[in-house]
T-cell receptor, first 108, second 114 residues
Framework: GQQVMQIPQYQHVQEGEDFTTYCNSS?????IQWYKQRPGGHPVFLIQ?????EVKKQKRLTFQFGEAKKNSSLHITATQTTDVGTYFC????????FGTGTSLTVIP | EAGVAQSPRYKIIEKRQSVAFWCNPI?????LYWYQQILGQGPKLLIQ????????DSQLPKDRFSAERLKGVDSTLKIQPAKLEDSAVYLC?????FGAGEQYFGPGTRLTVT
């Protein structure tokens, strides 16, 4: 079945530092989505990437889809306390899978 | 625009009891998903409907879980009988189209089985 791993599992950063989470698949992906889940909340859609090598930006967030469409990354520049939460990648193949998630803690 | 509605928000039952969850998706959304999220893990897709037809239920434990989406609008997920390992948050999501695109999640139902 589909294997989608995210690293790191946890990340603690000082406010203002950068943060990156990586999503790796064992198979080629048709597309990838990213979601954010605040503590106690539900997942909220951030973005979808479709094209090989695609890069999209949303303010301080940069999303990248690998050339081989087997991996993706989410980079946050100058983290803020509002960035706290768990970031999930999600992939569609024969089925819809969420990654294992990266839990981000931002220390003020 | 109203979001995805779920009820109840919390439920505590004893093992071997039955429980049902309800979801009302965003109006006009053809696809509805039920996920199980165990603490510390990512959501796991249980079943996906397009309108009132099942698209994928490969990860649904069919010996105890069932779901329906009559009339292609709201949906219910049932567990009968519940086991301790069913303790989780059950999330409902909907999307406009099929197979791709943004999913909108409801607040979830937190189930505790004792």
């Amino acid at each position: 079945g589909q294997q989608v791993m995210q690293i790191p599992q946890y990340q603690h950063v000082q406010e203002g530092e950068d943060f990156t989470t990586y999503c790796n698949s064992s198979t080629t992906l048709s597309n990838i989505q990213w979601y954010k889940q605040r503590p106690g909340g539900h997942p909220v859609f951030l973005i979808q990437l479709v094209k090989s090598g695609e890069v999209k930006k949303q303010k301080r967030l940069t999303f990248q889809f690998g050339e081989a469409k087997k991996n993706s990354s989410l980079h946050i520049t100058a983290t803020q306390t509002t960035d706290v939460g768990t970031y999930f990648c999600a992939v569609t193949g024969n089925q819809f899978y969420f990654g294992t998630g990266t839990s981000l803690t931002v220390i003020p | 625009e109203a979001g995805v509605a779920q009820s109840p928000r919390y439920k505590i039952i004893e093992k071997r009891q039955s429980v049902a969850f309800w979801c009302n998706p965003i109006s006009g959304h053809a696809t509805l998903y039920w996920y199980q999220q165990i603490l510390g893990q990512g959501p796991k897709l249980l079943i996906q409907f397009q309108n009132n037809g099942v698209v994928d239920d490969s990860q649904l434990p069919k010996d105890r879980f069932s779901a329906e989406r009559l009339k292609g609008v709201d949906s219910t997920l049932k567990i009968q009988p519940a086991k301790l390992e069913d303790s989780a948050v059950y999330l409902c999501a909907s999307s406009l189209g099929f197979g791709a695109g943004e999913q909108y999640f409801g607040p979830g139902t937190r189930l505790t089985v004792t």
